[in-house]
């Protein structure tokens, strides 16, 4: 089943539904829901103008968690304010697991490991965060080498927290931001050129990226369903830019 952006545009997939709640497939480049930037146009908007006209079963959807705008993959949706509770609590007594895959810069050495950095807004500008080891909200990420590449390294991520930006701030931290984050990284997209070897550049013709924003996937989120109490794993399949980044990767980076 997909939303329409417009007669012919899909806009997201549904995942999964039951009786109380929505998991869909959020595209990278929308925001979750209205903020001081972006008031109009989010994903809460089109989830609304979806789930409240469609022909059968139609309810108000409630937003359970965030993700960034540039980031892509599952997100949990309740339909109703009673079941967005009883969803957000699950989150904030961390019973909810959620793994993402990350592309970042650099080899990372260790197969494995943790990143315990306390977590608050940057003293110069509000809007961005920053690690700390003695100052703002706790937080944990864990995290595991999937594939090494010429430059770059697939993750598998697992936050044990909710904090904001909280992958992109850590991973930035150890030296090893998400590929293309233009925030906590350098901003610059990724090209085949960056890793294959005597890669050859047409004449007045400019390289397209494999992938232009920061390579983050929601992947797999697993919870208990407020519907039947049935814990349940849902998963994102990988969009086009991230797959096309690693199958590059996998065919030239080694």
């Given at each position: ?32 829901v ?22 059968e ?13 540039e ?18 609590q ?16 650099g ?24 690690a ?18 010429r430059?770059f ?15 992109r ?81 996998r065919?030239?980076?080694?």
């Amino acid at each position: 089943m997909t939303a329409k952006k417009s007669k012919d545009e899909p806009l997201f997939k549904i995942l999964y539904e039951d009786e109380a709640c929505v998991c869909i497939d959020k595209p990278a480049g929308v925001t979750s829901v209205p903020g001081k930037i972006e008031w109009t146009g989010t994903l809460l908007d089109m989830l609304r103008d979806f789930f409240l006209n469609r022909p059968e079963n139609p309810f108000r959807p409630k937003i359970a968690h965030r993700l960034d705008k540039e980031t892509s993959g599952v997100m949990v949706v309740a339909k109703s304010r009673q079941f967005e509770r009883q969803i957000v609590q699950q989150f904030v007594d961390r019973t909810v697991e959620k793994e993402y895959l990350a592309v970042v810069g650099g080899e990372m050495l260790q197969d494995e490991g943790e990143i315990n950095l306390k977590i608050r807004p940057a003293k110069k500008d509000r809007s961005r965060m920053e690690a700390s080891e003695f100052h703002g909200r706790e937080a944990l990420t864990r995290y595991k080498v999937l594939e090494r590449f010429r430059g770059f390294t697939l993750l598998s991520v697992k936050p044990d927290t909710g904090r904001t930006h909280q992958i992109r701030v850590h991973l930035a931290a150890i030296g090893h931001p998400v590929a293309a984050d233009s925030v906590y990284g350098d901003g610059r997209p990724v090209y085949l050129s960056d890793f294959k070897r005597d890669y050859k550049f047409k004449r007045n013709e400019p390289e397209k990226p494999l992938i232009a924003r920061q390579a983050l996937h929601s992947y797999r989120i697993t919870f208990v369903t407020p519907a039947s109490g049935e814990r349940i794993t849902v998963e994102a399949p990988l969009p086009k830019d991230f797959a096309l980044l690693l199958k590059q990767l996998r065919k030239f980076g080694k």
